[in-house]
T-cell receptor, first 112, second 111 residues
């Protein structure tokens, strides 16, 4: 069954800790994205990647890092430099052209 | 700065009525228009999408584009309580990998 898998569903971060959110897709999509959603807010783009070994910063990249070593995987690290990490994190992917993005189920990150 | 605007709502309609959701966009070069449904606490789910060449109907859902006035609409016929959710509009220009999302409109369908 094709889809986008995000893990974990819930994650708690301690002060000064880095945490990594996983995103894996088996849709053979080239492009992958990370968004952050705060309550009552729209989606804000953190990072995106169009091809393996290449990625670009979105609107709110500070305090986050990513890698794209495999087509299927686009992990997001929330570093200790991100002072307000509590949010719902969404991973998306798409094929090329004008095709729509499809989203994973999301990871909810909170501070302990 | 590309902008996509949606009335946050809530839009409240009775069961069986037509719900009409609108989304305005600023970029005249926009070519792709996407509607997502997001239930509370869940991730966005694609409902339908259209391109600049025409409208589309899929079951109870119809997406319509007004290029001259730069807005796209989502009509939901025979609204059901299960349609109660936030509806996100996203717009993408040709040649861009990044769609711009609106903040969403909350729809409440009451029995």
């Amino acid at each position: 069954d094709g889809g986008i898998t995000q893990s974990p569903k819930y994650l708690f971060r301690k002060e000064g800790q880095n945490v990594t959110l996983s995103c894996e897709q088996n849709l053979n999509h080239d492009a992958m994205y990370w968004y952050r959603q705060d309550p009552g807010q729209g989606l804000r783009l953190i990072y995106y990647s169009q091809i393996v070994n290449d990625f670009q910063k979105g609107d709110i990249a500070e305090g986050y890092s990513v890698s794209r070593e495999k087509k299927e995987s686009f992990p997001l690290t929330v570093t200790s430099a991100q002072k307000n990490p509590t949010a719902f994190y969404l991973c998306a992917s798409k094929t090329g052209g004008n095709q729509p993005q499809h989203f994973g189920d999301g990871t909810r990150l909170s501070i302990l | 700065q590309k902008e996509v605007e949606q009335n946050s709502g809530p839009l409240s309609v009775p069961e069986g009525a037509i719900a009409s959701l609108n989304c305005t966009y600023s970029d005249r070069g926009s070519q792709s228009f996407f509607w997502y449904r997001q239930y509370s606490g869940k991730s966005p789910e694609l409902i339908m999408f259209i391109y600049s060449n025409g409208d589309k109907e899929d079951g109870r859902f119809t997406a319509q584009l007004n290029k001259a006035s730069q807005y796209v609409s989502l009509l939901i016929r025979d609204s059901q309580p299960s349609d109660s959710a936030t509806y996100l509009c996203a717009v993408k220009s040709g040649g861009s990998y990044i769609p711009t999302f609106g903040r969403g409109t909350s729809l409440i369908v009451h029995p």
